[in-house]
């Protein structure tokens, strides 16, 4: 089975700070691990995601993550945040059949 | 990316009426689309796996019957939700298989149910 467990629900950093969202992970094949980022009343936009190979993924918008299966992380890290980066983040793991799931979601507040 | 869309993107409805969501993929062929809800302040769960030709397969504790999901093409899933009750009132969002690693999303339908 698998499951996503993202820690704090509500983070706020200030603008230029560094962004930690963490996620982990549970998952009985391996992974494929996602982060998306959903601004109010819209769908979701991918973010990056990891499959296979280099650990460190680096996506849209300055954002990466890095896959460290000893910890089942995939935290979500950006060096600089910027205001636009306030939005939800969702981490999610891709399971067998191609199905989804999808932690609870980390609202980021980025403070001027 | 494939680009999904949504119609409505919002819907107004008054209880014990049935609403269609319909899903669509602009520019790729889908022969699996899944079907999303997220309650406020919570995360998306998935409510089914919508196949083309073939019955949808629904999640555990997800009605069947209340929510009809049509995959009658590649590129146009339905979902409609019948006898629509103030509980139902959500965000409904579809996505559509690209591969184990990845899917494509919707921009999301928000249903309020009077």
């Known amino acids: 089975a698998q499951s996503v467990t993202q820690l704090g629900s509500h983070v706020s950093v200030s603008e230029g700070a560094l962004v930690l969202l963490r996620c982990n992970y549970s998952?009985?094949?391996?992974?494929?691990l996602f982060w998306y980022v959903q601004y109010p009343n819209q769908g979701l936009q991918l973010l990056l995601k990891y499959t296979t190979g280099a650990t460190l993924v680096k996506g849209i918008n300055g954002f990466e993550a890095e896959f460290k299966k000893s910890e089942t992380s995939f935290h979500l890290t950006k060096p600089s945040a910027h205001m636009s980066d306030a939005a939800e983040y969702f981490c999610?793991?891709?399971?067998?059949?191609?199905?989804?799931?999808f932690g609870s979601g980390t609202k980021l507040n980025v403070k001027p | 990316g494939a680009v999904v869309s949504q119609h409505p993107s919002r819907v107004i409805c008054k209880s014990g009426t049935s609403v269609k969501i319909e899903c669509r993929s602009l520019?790729?062929?889908?022969?699996?689309m899944f079907w999303y809800r997220q309650f406020p302040k919570q995360s998306l769960m998935l409510m089914a796996t919508?196949?083309?030709?073939?019955?949808?397969?629904?999640e555990q504790g997800v009605e069947k019957d209340k929510f009809l999901i049509n995959h009658a093409s590649l590129t146009l899933s339905t979902l409609t939700v019948t006898s629509a009750h103030p509980e139902d009132s959500s965000f409904y969002i579809c996505s559509l298989k690209g591969g184990r690693e990845t899917q494509y999303f919707g921009p999301g339908t928000r249903l309020l149910v009077l």
């Open positions: 998952s009985s094949v391996p992974p494929y």
């Open positions: 520019d790729f062929q889908a022969t699996t």
């Open positions: 919508s196949n083309e030709g073939s019955k949808a397969t629904y």
């Open positions: 999610a793991v891709s399971g067998s059949f191609n199905k989804f799931y």
